[in-house]
């Protein structure tokens, strides 16, 4: 297997891996808890959550919901509860392997009582959405690809591009009946945390779209390059505007 970052996206990881100002070991504990916050929102947006910015911060730090849809608000919650509860897990400094149990362990968490099946892989097929490809089908197909994935990881020294082709591979596998982007982002999320690296999140509409074309072009086409872009420049952003 070759790399999944080309020579420039190369040298931006080894840009971001060297820069302080990316360690997530050096935010104060507001500033934890405000990741959190826009991390969940991030998430919660990229697959259309109706909760604004502000409802979200309302809502995960006072309790106070919208009068907006149920599951939205309980999608928030999950995410918040997940998120935090391996945030502080790796703070305490303990490393989250990943694997098929910490996969199950993210689905379960995220998917509490939305009437998921968070304790199995799917056992039929999946609509792709507005992606031109069809996701896999079969049991024994999904159970193998899966383990090539997780296995594969092993491979990138790199956290960055670890995390990325974790992302990437599980979303396309689509691997469960739903939540099928919102585990391999918390998945990505757990391997930049491991490596000490502030996870990617933006309040952006525009990166919210980037973020949608390069994982529809990576599922479609097997390539990593837009994806990869939208990451590595996103924390490079982050980056230069505290610097500024």
């Not at 790796?90 to 993210?106: A, C, F, H, V």
Request: hydrophobic fraction near 30%; charged fraction near 25%; aromatic fraction near 10%.
């Amino acid at each position: 297997m070759g790399h999944v970052f080309n020579e420039e996206q190369q040298d931006k990881a080894a840009f971001i891996c060297s820069n302080p100002i990316a360690r997530l070991s050096e935010l104060y504990r507001s500033e934890v808890e405000n990741l959190a916050i826009i991390w969940c929102y991030y998430s919660g947006k990229i697959e259309g959550n109706s909760y604004t910015y502000v409802e979200t911060e309302t809502l995960l730090k006072d309790g106070i919901t919208s009068p907006k849809k149920y599951e939205d608000a309980e999608m928030l919650i999950n995410l918040h509860n997940t998120f935090t509860a391996e945030l502080e897990y790796i703070k305490e400094g303990n490393s989250r392997g990943i694997n098929e149990n910490t996969l199950y362990r993210m689905h379960q968490s995220i998917s509490a009582g939305l009437n998921e099946e968070s304790e199995y892989l799917r056992t039929r097929p999946v609509c792709g959405n507005s992606m031109k490809y069809t996701p896999t089908r079969g049991l024994h197909q999904i159970r193998e690809k899966l383990d090539e994935i997780l296995y594969q990881q092993e491979q990138y020294a790199n956290p960055l591009e670890r995390a990325v082709y974790l992302h990437c591979n599980i979303t396309k596998l689509q691997p469960f009946t739903g939540k099928n982007k919102h585990t391999p982002r918390m998945i990505e999320s757990i391997v930049l945390m491991n490596a000490d690296i502030i996870p990617v999140y933006s309040l952006r509409e525009t990166d919210i779209l980037n973020y949608k074309k390069g994982l529809i072009f990576f599922c479609e086409t097997g390539e990593y390059s837009l994806y990869a872009d939208y990451f590595l420049n996103r924390q490079i952003e982050r980056i230069k505007e505290i610097e500024e």
